[in-house]
């Protein structure tokens, strides 16, 4: 029964390189969500995917930044020409179908720390 | 725009109950889950409130009223191993994203 499981955790990065972020929802669940947190920041939303669409990427930034769920793999979350301020922890979560008007519980993985130097 | 303030930091002693409030400024509001994020982990769903009142979950209790747009997460018989972040969030327009609060850092002292 594994849980949200997200890889690299830790990821070092040169200005300029590409990082390639993955993750493999809960088994069953078919809607995937990443986040961005800053050290000593809460979680901003990035983007929400079901499988092969792009169901909300309203915090995303509008450049270098990219994500994709394919019919068959994990999700992507692709950061091109990185730089230092793109260093955060990125956590992936996944959900069944939603549970409800408003009430979406959200299962999360344990993050990929994410250094550009 | 939607925004949920907490406090950013609260200490208490093992044993003792602490409360940490979460205040939100949420177009279409549906309800209030919250999150505790030990340093280094990811974060996990505590509970969820749709309705005005309180849950009870075990040692953990959330409140929430919707007409003071205020809510609380109720920690009772500290235990060390609490000592972490705790987050609300809220999901808006019955959209699936999650927008999370400031956060709270909890601090447990033996």
């Known amino acids: 029964n594994a849980g949200v499981m997200q890889n690299p955790r830790h990821l070092v990065r040169r200005r300029g390189q590409e990082a390639r972020l993955r993750c493999s929802p809960m088994?069953?669940?078919?809607?995937v969500y990443w986040y961005r947190q800053l050290p000593e920041e809460g979680l901003k939303f990035m983007v929400y995917?079901?499988?092969?669409?792009?169901?909300?990427e309203s915090g995303m930034p509008k450049e270098r930044f990219s994500a994709e769920f394919p019919k068959e793999g994990p999700s992507i979350l692709r950061i091109q020409q990185v730089v230092r301020g793109d260093s955060a922890a990125y956590f992936c979560?996944?959900?069944?179908?939603?549970?409800?008007?408003?009430?979406?519980?959200?299962?999360f993985g344990a993050g990929t720390r994410l250094s550009v130097l | 725009g939607q925004s949920l303030e907490q406090p950013s930091e609260v200490t208490a002693v093992e044993g003792a109950i602490v409360q940490i409030n979460c205040t939100y400024q949420?177009?279409?509001?549906?309800?209030l889950s919250w999150y505790q994020q030990h340093d280094g982990g990811a974060p996990t769903f505590l509970s969820y409130?749709?309705?005005?009142g309180l849950e009870e979950t075990g040692r953990f209790s959330s409140f929430l009223s919707r007409s003071d747009s205020y809510g609380y997460l109720l920690l009772q018989e500290l235990q060390m191993k609490d000592s972490a972040s705790y987050f609300c969030?809220?999901?808006?327009?019955?959209?699936?994203?999650?927008?999370f609060g400031t956060g709270t850092r909890l601090q447990v002292f033996p």
């Open positions: 949420t177009s279409g509001f549906y309800g």
């Open positions: 995917l079901q499988k092969e669409n792009i169901i909300d």
């Open positions: 979560a996944s959900s069944p179908k939603t549970t409800g008007v408003g009430k979406n519980i959200q299962y």
């Open positions: 969030a809220s999901a808006p327009y019955n959209t699936d994203k999650l927008i």
């Open positions: 409130n749709a309705l005005d």
């Open positions: 088994k069953g669940h078919s809607h």
